[in-house]
């Protein structure tokens, strides 16, 4: 199925795109698909594949390319040098963090070039949260770590660069400050929901501190499924008018359900990271999720983690009209389950229709299993002594105090 629409020939930048009341399509979560495929390690959390298994990430990248994402996003997520060698993470002793920066920048500007169907996309590099601030660093500590990695990005031409998962709006907005020396376009957000950031700032202000720090889009990504972060980019929103500021909005929510998590997002549900399986979104509800986007006038909409490409196409199957065109991955998928028309059962072609799938209310298939968690909610955050970081690993003494600390 191709659009209607024919494909065009030019690059539009990222904010001559916006400014014109054009949608983005942001690709999907790489550390958590990468994880699962076994190249990226659960714990720290590293994108030193850009550099060891490079294949890996650029088949990602197609495959998001292919759901009909405009934007490719490097993989540079914790690529900061002082995440590299936390916690005995070996990863800046096998390589620098430069060359991880660069390598990601290589990968998603190669794929990005290669277009979705409707023209060339965009690549953004990307900066995020820092053990260093966690840990109590300075604004110059921290804005020198995040200047290495500028750096790289801006010697790579990057198309725009992302400052996303921050758990502390200060944080952001030193991030959002040093990148905006650079002249790149910035966009900025928080991984936080409703309740707003982890020191207590309403999303209302963090919206405004972003806007006023000199991003040029604002929102949320991570930490919380499509409800609750479109719970809290309406509460920006809301912010933003009242504060006469006029800047577009940005939603990257994770691709599983989390209605029972606290302020801290899916961190603290029990099944976080290795058993969120049963939380993964179904299309049908990536389709809801994409026209309540939509509806509320956030223009850049992509996901995060356990966000996968059949996720990003279904966001652009239901935006098709208003984007002009289908992804090329709709040529292997007839909307709303109509390839069932060829299946060989009759009750499995008889789900052929919208309304079967729109309304279906999937089962966990997993018997004595609660529909709601007890998150772990430990309400710890930058300033409490657990939460400065090392070099070294967690050693068996700090393991066991922490076990503790959990059982009390
Ligand atoms: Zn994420």
Partial sequence: MSGAKKPRTDKKGFMERLNAGEMVIGDGGYVFALEKRGYVKAGPWTPEATVEYPDAVRQISKEFLRAGA???????????????????????????GAMINQRACDIASEVAAIGNGN?????????????????????ESVQAIFRKQIEVFVKNKVDFII???FEHVEEAEWAVEELKKTGIPVACSLCIGPEGDMHG?????????????????????????PWMSLEAVALM?????????????MIQPLGFATPDCGKQGFIDLPEFPFGL???????????????????????????????????IRAVCEEL??????????????ALWGD??????????????RRDYWENLKPSSGRPDCASMSKPDAWGVTRGDANLVQHVSATDDAELKKLYQHEKA
Wanted: charged share 25%; glycine share 12%; aromatic share 10%.
């Fill in 320 to 333: 098709n009209k208003e984007r002009g065109f289908f992804p090329e991955g709709t040529e292997k998928h």
């Fill in 119 to 139: 023209g060339p996309g965009l690549f953004a590099g990307g900066v995020c949260q820092t053990p260093g601030y966690l840990s109590g660093g300075t604004k």
């Fill in 70 to 96: 405009d934007i490719i996003q490097a993989f540079t997520f914790y690529a900061s040098d002082d995440k590299l060698e936390n916690r005995a993470n070996e990863s800046l002793n096998k390589h620098t």
């Fill in 201 to 225: 700032v309403s999303a209302a202000d963090c919206a405004v501190k972003m806007a006023k720090a000199g991003a040029d889009v604002v929102g949320v990504n991570c930490h919380f499924d």
């Fill in 163 to 165: 400052a996303e998962y």
């Fill in 339 to 352: 390839g069932l028309r060829q299946h060989t059962k009759p009750w499995v072609r008889a789900r052929a």
């Fill in 237 to 249: 929103k809301a912010g933003l008018e009242k504060a006469g500021i006029k800047v577009p909005l």
């Fill in 277 to 311: 399986e049963p939380r993964i979104l179904t299309r049908w509800e990536c389709h809801r999720y994409a026209r309540e986007a939509y509806d509320m006038g956030i223009r850049y909409i992509g996901g995060c983690c356990g966000f996968e490409a059949y996720h």
